[in-house]
C-alpha cells in the first residue's frame, strides 16, 4: 500500500490524561495536549499506544477522545486501536477511519501469548475486514504483548496490505531488514524506541513515534532536522540528551517519566494509574529537578538547529 500524503517525520506518541477520580479519559486536556504538541512543530500525535496507556480507557472513551482528537488537531493523528480481541479490534479501528484518524497502529492481541501463525492471521483478517481505505501500521511492542518476529513483519509488509511499521524492539538488525524491504516495497518503517532514533534515522528510516517528544516535542523536532540536514555535531549533542532522558525514563514504571514530564510542561496529565513506592518517590522528585535544567538546555540547543 502506498497511502497518499505519505506519514513521515517525528510523531509523538501522546500520553493519555486522565481526571483525577476514576478512570475517564480527560478530554479537555488531552485536547490542551494536542494544541502543545501541534504548536511545536511535530508532523503528527499517535495517540492510544503503550505511553497512552489505552487498556486503562473504556471503548466509549477511546473513540470520543480520537474523534475529538483529529477535530482539533492541525496535525495528522494516528489511532491506537489495539485490543486483545480480533473483533474489538476491528471495532475500534472502523470508528478511527471514520472520525478521520491518518492512520491506525495495531498491536497484536495483548496480554496472552500467541505464536507467529496466530499474529500473522489475525493481521490479514483485520486487513481484510477494514479494506483497502484504511492506512494500517504493523505495532511490533514485545516488551508489552507478543512479538512480531521480523520474518512475520516482512512477509505482512510484502502483501502491499499495510502502510507500514512502527518497529519499538529497538533491535537494530530488524530495523535493517525492514530498511531492506522499504527499499523495494512501498511501505512507511517508523522506529518506535527512541535509544535508536538517530541511527536508525540517518540509515533510511522514515521517521519515529516517540514518546519523548511528549515531554520535549522541541528536543525530537530539532534533532530529526539535524539528522535531515547532516549536521553532524548538532545531532550528536541532542542525540546525547536524548539519552539522558531515556536513561532517567527506564528508571521507573512505563510511563511515569514522561507523564511527570508533560505536566511539569503545564499539561494537566491527571492521576498514575498506580502508585509508586518511597524509593521511587525519592527519585521521582530527582527526576523533576533533573528535567528541568535539562529542558533548559535542550530548548538552547534546540534554537540553534
Avoid at 503528527?44 to 473513540?63: M, N, Q, V
Avoid at 499474529?119 to 492506512?135: I, N, P, S, W
Avoid at 511490533?140 to 502483501?159: K, M, Q
Avoid at 527499499?183 to 535508536?196: K, S
Wanted: net charge neutral; glycine share 8%.
Amino acid at each position: 500500500m502506498q497511502p497518499e500524503n505519505p506519514i513521515a517525520g517525528v510523531y509523538v506518541a501522546a500520553v493519555t490524561p486522565r481526571r483525577e477520580e476514576g478512570r475517564e479519559a480527560d478530554i479537555g486536556a488531552m485536547l490542551e495536549l494536542v494544541d502543545f504538541l501541534a504548536a511545536a512543530g511535530v508532523d503528527g500525535i499517535a495517540l492510544l499506544g503503550s505511553t497512552g496507556e489505552f487498556l486503562h480507557l473504556s471503548f466509549s472513551d477511546r473513540t470520543r477522545l480520537i474523534e475529538m482528537a483529529v477535530k482539533r488537531s492541525r496535525v495528522p493523528i494516528l489511532a491506537g486501536v489495539s485490543h486483545s480481541t480480533l473483533a474489538g479490534t476491528i471495532e475500534l479501528a472502523q470508528a478511527a477511519v471514520g472520525a478521520g484518524a491518518a492512520g491506525l497502529l495495531v498491536m497484536p492481541p495483548y496480554f496472552f501469548r500467541y505464536g507467529q501463525e496466530e499474529v500473522r492471521e489475525f493481521y490479514l483478517q483485520f486487513a481484510t475486514a477494514l479494506g483497502k481505505a484504511a492506512r494500517i501500521f504493523l505495532y511490533n511492542i514485545p516488551f508489552f504483548t507478543s512479538e512480531i518476529a521480523v520474518e512475520t513483519a516482512l512477509e505482512l509488509l510484502s502483501t502491499g496490505q499495510f502502510a507500514g511499521i512502527k518497529d519499538s524492539s529497538g533491535h537494530y538488525e530488524s530495523f535493517e531488514r525492514l530498511c531492506a524491504l522499504a527499499e523495494q516495497t512501498p511501505f512507511r518503517l517508523f522506529i518506535g524506541n527512541d535509544r535508536i532514533f538517530t541511527r536508525a534515522r540517518r540509515a533510511g528510516a522514515h521517521g519515529i513515534v516517540s514518546g519523548v517528544a511528549c515531554a520535549a516535542p522541541e528536543l525530537l523536532v530539532a534533532l530529526n532536522r539535524a539528522i535531515r540536514k547532516n549536521l553532524t555535531d548538532e545531532a550528536g549533542r541532542l542525540d546525547a540528551m536524548l539519552q539522558e532522558f531515556i536513561a532517567w525514563h527506564e528508571r521507573f514504571p512505563t510511563p511515569v517519566a514522561i507523564k511527570v514530564a508533560t505536566a511539569a510542561r503545564g499539561i494537566k496529565v491527571g492521576p498514575l494509574a498506580t502508585p509508586l513506592g518511597s524509593e521511587s518517590r525519592k527519585r521521582l522528585e530527582e527526576f523533576q529537578e533533573w528535567f528541568q535544567t535539562w529542558l533548559a538546555g535542550v530548548q538552547r540547543e534546540a534554537g540553534h538547529v
